[in-house]
């Protein structure tokens, strides 16, 4: 729990296994949360009409309720209570419905604790962000761990939540860094496969013969070396996903089996005669344009339509600015409390000026320059001054007139500030290498407000 948190957060678990419960009280109390637990949905109930939690997270399915029913009782006793969902992994659809009705989050079983502790810290910072009515008259801004207010990945989010229970094919699109492994797992976890494995495969890191022989195993002489049978990536995933990274790269020999497995649903491993049935789901992803590769003739078609049923497009980050703060937001207090350290505000002019950037590399850039400002920063607040160099000084919107140095001495900052970080934040060295008196670094520094208060 972050210094920011509110004190103390109370927290219930009602599961009817007694371990669980037992296990999850114990983890949370750790953690510096008021925990209690309960075994029976009716003793949660009364228990939260007297004294209502800020988090309740309780399984979907128990003797005496379903998620539903304990929905819409939290709804009336505490509407303030956020309610987190556990279900079994039969369960989704139920899930999802209950998502609907105005669960704040819900996570698969097995979890790791990781998740949901993530998951009770979004929910004691969204206050008032969950509710029965929201699911129903307002797009939520989050969904599975992607963040997005904007239309587009709104529409993304109905999209999976569609597709993700059906078992066809799904490319998603977009370019590096918006998100597409996050929405590939997306689409599994929340599927019924998700207590099968995920297991991703980069098509683009493999000579033809090493990728057939990773996504088909062989048998066991197939060649030299072969000394016994190995599994490939399609049989150990059975049942679950696989996610053909960068399929734009695969050999077209690859992509004439692959097709071949998707049609036939058997494989023959390496050397193998004997075919093995196969059911996995695959998710593909790109961040070329396919199209334009079939007319080159560098991707089969027949390949790419099966692959293509369903397809994700997910914009650059730069065509979705609004999600710009949320996102700023979410990796504020991930980060931060990945680190250890208490979560910092965001002043104005640090999101302001992360909105006026066009962030090439897309949600992954952003995540890099949330994480350097918070490994640096020393204040409770992020301000811009925490933004490397070049988006600090990237700002090309109209700068007011007393904000506008010359380029020479943005250039000065500029190279300070850099050499100030290699040297570890060293100001002795600093100067040193720079070749002024420590006492003019130290002006300059207070200029930039890179001096942290002793
Ligand atoms: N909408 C989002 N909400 C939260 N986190 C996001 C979002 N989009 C991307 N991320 C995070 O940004 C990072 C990059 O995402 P991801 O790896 O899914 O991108 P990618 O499209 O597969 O990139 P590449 O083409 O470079 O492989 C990850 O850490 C991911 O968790
Ligand atoms: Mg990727």
New binding site residues.
């Given amino acids: 729990m972050s210094d920011n948190a509110p004190p103390k957060p109370r927290v219930y678990i009602l599961d009817d296994e007694i371990v669980t419960v037992r296990r999850l009280v114990q983890a949370l109390a750790k953690d510096g949360c008021e925990v209690e637990g309960f075994i029976s949905a009716g003793e949660a109930m009364s228990r939260i009409a007297e004294h209502p939690p800020e988090v309740l997270v309780t399984d979907v399915r128990l003797a005496d309720a379903d998620g539903m029913e304990i929905l819409q009782r939290v709804g009336m006793l505490a509407p303030q209570t956020k309610v987190i969902l556990m279900t079994g992994y039969a369960a989704v659809d139920h899930a999802v419905q209950a998502m609907k009705a105005g669960a704040f989050h819900y996570l698969a079983k097995p979890f790791k604790l990781e998740e949901l502790r993530n998951t009770i810290n979004d929910a004691l910072r969204y206050p008032g962000k969950s509710g029965p009515d929201l699911a129903d008259t307002g797009p939520v801004d989050?969904f599975a761990?992607?963040?997005?207010g904007s239309p587009a990945?709104q529409e993304i989010f109905k999209t999976i939540r569609q597709i993700a229970p059906l078992n066809c094919n799904v490319l998603?699109q977009?370019?590096?860094?918006?998100?597409?492994?996050?929405?590939?797992?997306a689409l599994h976890h929340t599927s019924d496969r998700a207590q099968h494995p995920f297991i991703p495969f980069n098509c683009g890191a493999f000579s033809e013969e090493l990728v057939a022989n990773e996504l088909f195993g062989h048998e066991k002489g197939a060649f030299t070396g072969a000394v016994s049978t190995k599994l490939g990536l399609l049989e150990a995933a059975q049942g679950g996903t696989v996610f053909l990274?960068?399929v734009g790269e695969m050999p077209i020999p690859m992509q004439i089996k692959l097709l071949r497995v998707i049609q036939e649903r058997t494989l023959l491993r390496v050397g193998g005669v004997a075919p093995v049935s196969i059911n996995v789901r695959l998710i593909a992803?790109t961040?070329r344009d396919i199209d334009k590769m079939i007319a080159a003739g560098e991707f089969r078609q027949d390949f790419f339509y099966r692959l293509k049923v369903v397809m994700i497009n997910?914009p650059p980050?730069r065509k979705r600015q609004e999600?710009i703060p949320?996102?700023v937001d979410?990796?504020v207090t991930l980060i931060a409390t990945q680190f250890g350290k208490p979560v910092p505000e965001v002043a104005a002019d640090f999101s302001a000026m992360l909105s006026a950037y066009s962030f090439p590399?897309?949600?992954?850039e952003?995540?890099n320059i949330v994480e350097r400002a918070i490994a640096l920063s020393r204040e409770p607040v992020l301000t811009a001054r925490d933004l490397p160099p070049d988006i600090f000084f990237a700002e090309t919107q109209p700068i007011p007139p007393e904000k506008a140095a010359s380029h020479l001495k943005v250039l000065e900052q500029e190279h300070i500030v850099d050499m100030y970080r290699r040297t570890g934040f060293n100001q002795t060295e600093t100067a040193r290498q720079l070749g002024i008196s420590r006492t003019t670094l130290w002006r300059r520094l207070k200029d930039l407000n890179l001096l942290s208060e002793k």
């Fill in positions: 989050r761990g992607i963040i997005g990945m998603i977009g370019e590096s860094g918006t998100g597409k492994e996050l929405v590939a797992r990274d960068e992803a961040n997910i980050l999600d949320l996102l979410h990796f590399g897309n949600v992954r952003l995540q």
